[in-house]
């Protein structure tokens, strides 16, 4: 055996992801198996196009790339009106902006930018860069 199939069933539920880890197959088909024994139970009935199936190679690393921790921050756009944008944490306590599609309405802080933050009753607003 060089691979195993893994069948999950996830769906977004008050924005956020909801993942249920069925179960590990030897066999696409046996993956395909339990979805036909399961899409008529409680739960899986109502969101049964939310399976799915994924091959993994074994001995083999599936996630090489690191990863990121992701928060929603604060900025002043170019109306001089707090923004909502996505930004990286960072080891150091600071944030880096990650806003693709909106950033040419931004103003001093902009994609890219690290910013140190402040916390104002539970949100954050990006005061200077870092």
Same mark, same amino acid.
């Given at each position: 055996m060089k691979s195993v199939y893994i069948l999950q069933h996830s769906y977004e539920l008050e924005d956020a992801e !909801?993942?249920?880890? %069925?179960?590990? /197959?030897?066999?696409?088909?046996?993956?395909?198996?339990?979805?036909?024994?399961?899409?008529?139970?409680?739960?899986?009935?109502?969101?049964? !196009?939310?399976?799915? %199936?994924?091959? /993994?190679?074994?001995?083999?690393?599936?996630?090489?790339?690191?990863f990121s921790t992701m928060t929603t921050i604060q900025v002043k756009n170019k109306d001089n009106e707090w923004q909502s944008v996505e930004a990286e944490i960072m080891n150091d306590g600071n944030y880096q902006i990650i806003e693709l599609y909106q950033n040419d309405l931004l103003d001093q802080f902009k994609h890219l930018d690290i910013v140190k933050c402040e916390n104002r009753n539970g949100i954050l607003y990006a005061i200077k860069k870092a």
């Open positions: !909801e993942t249920k880890l %069925i179960g590990v /197959y030897t066999s696409k088909s046996h993956a395909e198996s339990a979805i036909e024994r399961l899409k008529t139970k409680p739960g899986f009935c109502n969101k049964p !196009e939310d399976f799915t %199936i994924d091959e /993994y190679i074994l001995n083999q690393d599936s996630w090489e790339e690191g």
